[in-house]
């Protein structure tokens, strides 16, 4: 198979991977918000918060080392497998002891278990990192992208079960821990590759200087992103948290179903061809035009029928979020323009610059987060968006380290895209605005999804007709099927 047929099966696996697996996790998410309430999604956040630093000191870039290493020998992977055990089970310990602690900090007594409980992640997931890095460099998304459904179903099936069961919180932290641990299992078997009882420092010394950097890079990124819930957690208490998460998670649910899916091939793509930065220009620009092409319909869904959604989905409870929720979407739109920056640095080997950058982006964002602590939660929502103001310009002056990009450039390659956006924009606020709210509500949700649907699938058709000819292709080749069978 060669390299572009490779790389668009890849593309169409790692889509199916991230659609599905975000299709079911939202369903099952707004479904548990509706069971749970803000307050139990607050500290799961807050637990989640610690978790992730732990999983930082676990992984500490060894899947990133793995999948750029051009030479990967035997000894490499055994020895990546038995750090990470040996960290995985530190963390754990270390977590349980310091819990209490934690759960004093935030006032929240019940936060003591809840996170003695989520560390188990920390006695699973490290056993299956090598079998995900193996399989990313042989760009097997396909069978990732089974994996993990498969994990996901398993776990929204249990944690659902639990909701509605009465169990409260623990619907929401066994959801992680099925999750993790039906996929780490699904991993070995189907890699069939069993470590060796053997560490060798030489390779351990190979891989080192490239995942250190990587691990500094997601320490860096732990506190940029985390350090939100933290503070939230600290100044407004766990329902303030449970807001905040909750439109953090629609709209990374966004986020991760346009670009996630791009950028798990991208990785290796980028690598391939790091020598040419002609290529790698034109692949850059590439995977933003997709991403945003499928991006900006959606924030027009989520600025326009936020208020109503949320207030008909779910509860009082989760009201305030309507606002907070387009902020954060604008501020993340924005953020999308240089969202591959960070894969096109890893990629060529300047893990040095997404050090930089992510350094750049921990100090605007704490100031920032300073600056508001203590004002109403909206607040949070404008920073989201000057602080993506302020990072956009610095993400492509380091870029130019590695390849000729520019944001004059991505603009121009976001012209079509844009237009589409608007053109979305404009008939979503016309129909909003126009068509009254019924009653039942679910027929005006209907008719506002109808009316969506056929803007963005004639924008597409007049302004981006090449998204829509393998969908056509697809169905013309169906239908030959279907006819030469009643044919026959």
Same mark, same amino acid.
């Given at each position: 198979?060669?390299?572009q047929?490779?790389?668009?099966?890849?593309?169409?696996?790692?889509?199916?991977?991230?659609?599905?697996?975000?299709?079911?996790?939202t369903?099952v998410?707004?479904?548990?918000?509706?069971?749970?309430?803000a307050?139990h999604?607050?500290?799961v956040a807050?637990?989640?918060?610690?978790?992730?630093?732990?999983?930082?000191?676990?992984?500490?870039?060894?899947?990133?080392?793995?999948?750029?290493?051009?030479?990967?020998?035997?000894?490499?992977?055994?020895t990546?497998?038995w750090?990470n055990?040996?960290l995985?089970a530190?963390?754990f310990?270390i977590?349980?002891l310091s819990?209490?602690?934690?759960?004093?900090?935030?006032?929240?007594?019940?936060?003591?278990?809840? &996170?003695q409980?989520?560390?188990?992640?920390? &006695?699973?997931?490290p056993s299956?990192?090598?079998?995900?890095a193996?399989?990313?460099?042989?760009?097997?998304?396909?069978?990732?992208a089974?994996?993990?459904?498969?994990?996901?179903?398993?776990?929204?099936?249990?944690?659902?079960?639990?909701?509605?069961?009465?169990?409260?919180?623990?619907?929401?932290?066994?959801?992680?821990?099925?999750?993790?641990?039906?996929?780490?299992v699904?991993?070995?078997?189907w890699?069939k590759?069993i470590?060796?009882?053997?560490?060798?420092?030489?390779?351990?010394?190979?891989?080192?200087p490239?995942?250190?950097?990587?691990?500094?890079?997601?320490?860096?990124?732990?506190?940029?992103?985390?350090s939100?819930?933290?503070?939230?957690?600290?100044f407004?208490?766990?329902?303030a948290?449970?807001?905040?998460?909750?439109?953090?998670?629609?709209?990374?649910?966004?986020?991760?179903?346009?670009?996630?899916?791009?950028?798990?091939?991208?990785?290796?793509?980028?690598?391939?061809?790091?020598?040419?930065?002609?290529?790698?220009?034109?692949y850059? @620009?590439k995977?933003?035009?997709?991403?945003?092409t499928?991006?900006l319909?959606?924030?027009?869904l989520?600025?326009f029928?936020?208020?109503?959604a949320?207030?008909y989905?779910?509860n009082?409870t989760?009201a305030?979020?309507?606002?907070?929720?387009?902020?954060?979407?604008?501020?993340g739109?924005?953020?999308?323009?240089?969202? @591959?920056?960070?894969? &096109?640095?890893?990629?060529?080997?300047?893990?040095?610059?997404?050090?930089?950058?992510t350094?750049?982006?921990?100090?605007?964002?704490?100031?920032?987060?300073?600056?508001?602590?203590?004002?109403p939660?909206?607040?949070?929502?404008?920073i989201s968006?000057?602080?993506?103001?302020?990072l956009?310009?610095?993400? @492509?002056?380091l870029?130019?380290?590695?390849?000729?990009?520019s944001i004059?450039?991505s603009?121009?390659?976001?012209s079509?895209?844009f237009w589409?956006?608007?053109v979305?924009? &404009?008939?979503l606020?016309?129909?909003?605005?126009?068509?009254p709210?019924l009653?039942?509500e679910?027929?005006?949700f209907?008719?506002?999804?109808?009316?969506w649907?056929?803007?963005v699938?004639?924008?597409? @058709?007049?302004?981006?007709?090449?998204?829509?000819?393998?969908?056509f292709?697809?169905v013309?080749?169906?239908?030959?099927?279907?006819?030469?069978?009643?044919?026959v």
């Open positions: 198979m060669n390299k047929k490779t790389v668009k099966t890849g593309i169409v696996w790692s889509f199916i991977e991230g659609f599905g697996i975000k299709i079911i996790s369903l998410f707004f479904i548990l918000a509706k069971l749970l309430g307050t999604f607050g500290l807050i637990a989640t918060a610690f978790i992730d630093f732990g999983n930082v000191l676990v992984e500490q870039g060894m899947v990133a080392a793995l999948v750029q290493k051009e030479k990967l020998e035997r000894a490499h992977l055994d990546a497998f750090i055990i040996g995985g530190s963390v310990a977590l349980c819990a209490p602690f934690i759960a004093d900090i935030y006032k929240e007594p019940s936060l003591t278990p809840v &996170l409980t989520s560390g188990l992640v920390f &006695l699973i997931g299956g990192l090598v079998q995900v193996q399989l990313t460099r042989e760009m097997n998304f396909k069978l990732i089974r994996i993990r459904i498969v994990g996901l179903l398993a776990a929204a099936v249990v944690s659902l079960t639990m909701a509605f069961m009465g169990y409260g919180v623990w619907a929401l932290v066994f959801q992680k821990l099925v999750f993790m641990g039906l996929s780490t699904l991993f070995w078997f890699t590759w470590p060796r009882l053997s560490f060798s420092i030489d390779h351990f010394r190979e891989l080192f490239f995942s250190y950097k990587m691990m500094i890079n997601n320490f860096l990124t732990y506190f940029s992103r985390n939100i819930e933290l503070l939230i957690g600290f407004h208490g766990t329902e948290v449970g807001i905040y998460s909750f439109c953090y998670k629609v709209f990374q649910s966004t986020i991760e179903t346009a670009n996630t899916s791009v950028n798990k091939v991208m990785l290796p793509l980028f690598s391939s061809v790091q020598d040419d930065k002609a290529q790698l220009t034109k850059f @620009y995977a933003i035009e997709s991403s945003f499928l991006l319909p959606v924030l027009a989520i600025v029928l936020s208020p109503e949320i207030l989905f779910f009082a989760w305030e979020s309507a606002d907070l929720l387009k902020l954060v979407s604008i501020g739109t924005i953020y999308m323009i240089y969202y @591959y920056t960070n894969t &096109l640095w890893i990629s060529t080997g300047r893990p040095d610059l997404v050090v930089r950058f350094l750049i982006n921990v100090v605007i964002n704490l100031a920032l987060l300073a600056a508001v602590s203590k004002l939660l909206i607040y949070v929502g404008y968006i000057v602080r993506s103001l302020l956009l310009p610095v993400a @492509y002056v870029s130019l380290k590695t390849a000729p990009i004059q450039g603009l121009q390659h976001l079509r895209p589409m956006g608007g979305t924009f &404009l008939i606020a016309i129909s909003s605005a126009v068509i709210v009653s039942p679910w027929i005006w209907a008719i506002q999804g109808v009316i649907s056929i803007t699938f004639v924008a597409l @058709y007049f302004l981006l007709p090449s998204v829509l000819t393998p969908v292709n697809s013309s080749r169906v239908y030959l099927r279907v006819s030469g069978s009643r044919k």
